[in-house]
């Protein structure tokens, strides 16, 4: 219900744009977000977003660097990722789900989740 894809190899100080497809249901779930998990690490928070409030929010690492949005014609999720940093590399995944009362930081709060797509970023 969710294919995520766009990651790849990319040299420090470059850019991805991550995609996240979505069926119909999945797109129409109250939030979006992604995570990201690194080697030997827990899967952390990235960005979400709040589409009926227009609300955003972004980790302190990637603040500045990324920028969630969504294009409805396609059903598609969108991170964009500039000025890649080695500590970016990571399986990157995108999730639906959440409500209202939602902490979207917390991966908890999801339904449905993509298979992740690999980001390595070299230095």
């Known amino acids: 219900q969710l294919q995520a894809s766009g990651g790849g190899l990319v040299q420090a100080g470059g850019s991805l744009r991550l995609s996240c497809a979505a069926s119909g249901r999945t797109f129409s779930s109250y939030a979006m977000g992604w995570f990201r998990q690194a080697p030997g690490k827990e899967r952390e928070f990235v960005s979400a977003?709040?589409?009926?409030?227009?609300?955003?929010y972004y980790a302190d690492s990637v603040k500045g660097r990324a920028t969630i949005s969504r294009d409805n014609a396609k059903n598609t999720v969108y991170l964009q990722m500039n000025s890649l940093k080695p500590e970016d590399t990571a399986v990157y995944y995108c999730a639906a789900g959440g409500n209202y009362w939602s902490d979207l930081r917390r991966s908890k709060e999801y339904n449905y989740w993509g298979q992740g797509t690999q980001v390595t970023v070299s230095s």
């Open positions: 977003t709040r589409w009926r409030e227009g609300i955003t």
